[in-house]
Structures are given as structure tokens and as C-alpha cells.
């Protein structure tokens, strides 16, 4: 109830694009583990994670306060959605065998752990790699400040790359104290 007072808001201040993103934001969360196809049993949540909870958040808040929508604001929703995806990465490497039985055809099931591993590097470092270049580009020191959180990258990435299932536990809250960190970096 207080999602839909708050959307209304929302959507007054926004317009049709802030009731379509919301509609589709709906949407895929009910068809993310429900419907005839759930997109976390076919391999697509990583994808719809990015979208929703990187490009989706960041460039809708962006759109709302500005009416428009920036360069700046899609760098840093791609840099916000890799961490966010590296969350589900994460927790997918630590539950591929138990989704593998239950029929969860997750990228981590499809693809196997090696595969996983390096996504999340890639995942992580993107986050990294794209803010810092773009700052660097647009001559904007302050996109160097997520360097602050490399430390942090670096520990989840050795992490993730040596342990295994619930070992991987405390690598979930990690890379989400990362995404937090970097975010307000």
C-alpha cells in the first residue's frame, strides 16, 4: 500500500514514463518465479536484474528529479546493476545444485561455476572499470571516489573465487555492503 501512495507521487511527478517502468517493474517481479516461464528458472534473472535494479532504479530516480535522462545517469545504472547482479550471482553459485534438482535453470546451472566465477569478476570489476573511465573521460575526477571500494571488491572476489556453497554465505551480504559502498562513493 505505501509502494502504490509512494508510486502515485510518483507517477505525478514523472509522467507515462514513470507508470510504464512501474507497470513493467510489476510485471517481470511477479514472472521473475511465477507464470508459465519464470525468468529465474530460464537463465534470464541476472538480465532482469540489471535492467530493473540497475538501469530501471537509477535512470527512473534520475528521470524524476531531472525530466530527463543523462549519460551520467546510464553509466552509473550500468555500474549499480553489475554490483546488484553480482548479489544474484552470488547466491545462484552457492544454490546451482539445489536448483539444478528443483529444474531452476539458472546461468550458474546452465553454465557451471567456472563460468559464474568469472561473471562475477567481470561483474564486479565493470562497476569499477566504467565509472572511473567515464569520470576520467569527461574530465570529472570525483567518478574516481568508487575506488575507494576496490579493498572491498578485491576480498569478495578472492572469496568467491576459493569457497563453495554455504561458505559462500557471507558473500552475499558482502557484495551487498560492496554495492552500498560503491554506491554512495
Not at 18 to 24: D, H, P, R
Not at 141 to 152: L, S
Not at 168 to 173: M, V
Request: charged share 10%; with cysteine.
Amino acid at each position: 500500500g505505501m509502494a502504490f501512495i509512494v508510486g502515485i507521487f510518483l507517477v505525478y511527478v514523472g509522467g507515462w514514463p514513470i507508470v510504464f517502468l512501474g507497470l513493467a517493474s510489476l510485471v517481470c517481479a511477479i514472472a521473475y518465479t511465477g507464470g508459465p516461464l519464470p525468468l529465474a528458472y530460464v537463465g534470464l534473472g541476472d538480465v532482469f536484474v540489471m535492467a530493473f535494479f540497475g538501469v530501471g532504479a537509477v535512470c527512473g530516480t534520475y528521470y524524476v528529479q531531472t525530466l530527463t535522462v543523462s549519460a551520467d545517469a546510464f553509466v552509473a545504472s550500468v555500474a549499480v546493476g553489475a554490483l546488484a547482479t553480482a548479489i544474484l550471482v552470488v547466491n545462484n553459485l552457492r544454490d546451482r545444485h539445489t536448483d539444478a534438482v528443483a529444474g531452476k535453470r539458472t546461468l550458474a546451472v546452465r553454465l557451471g561455476s567456472r563460468f559464474t566465477r568469472v561473471q562475477y569478476v567481470l561483474l564486479v570489476v565493470l562497476a569499477f572499470i566504467l565509472p572511473v573511465a567515464w569520470g576520467i573521460g569527461q574530465h570529472r575526477i570525483t567518478w574516481v571516489a568508487v575506488a575507494g571500494a576496490a579493498p572491498m571488491a578485491v576480498f569478495e572476489i578472492r572469496g568467491l573465487v576459493v569457497r563453495d556453497g554455504q561458505a559462500l554465505n557471507p558473500h552475499l551480504g558482502g557484495t551487498a555492503r560492496l554495492g552500498l559502498v560503491h554506491g554512495i562513493l
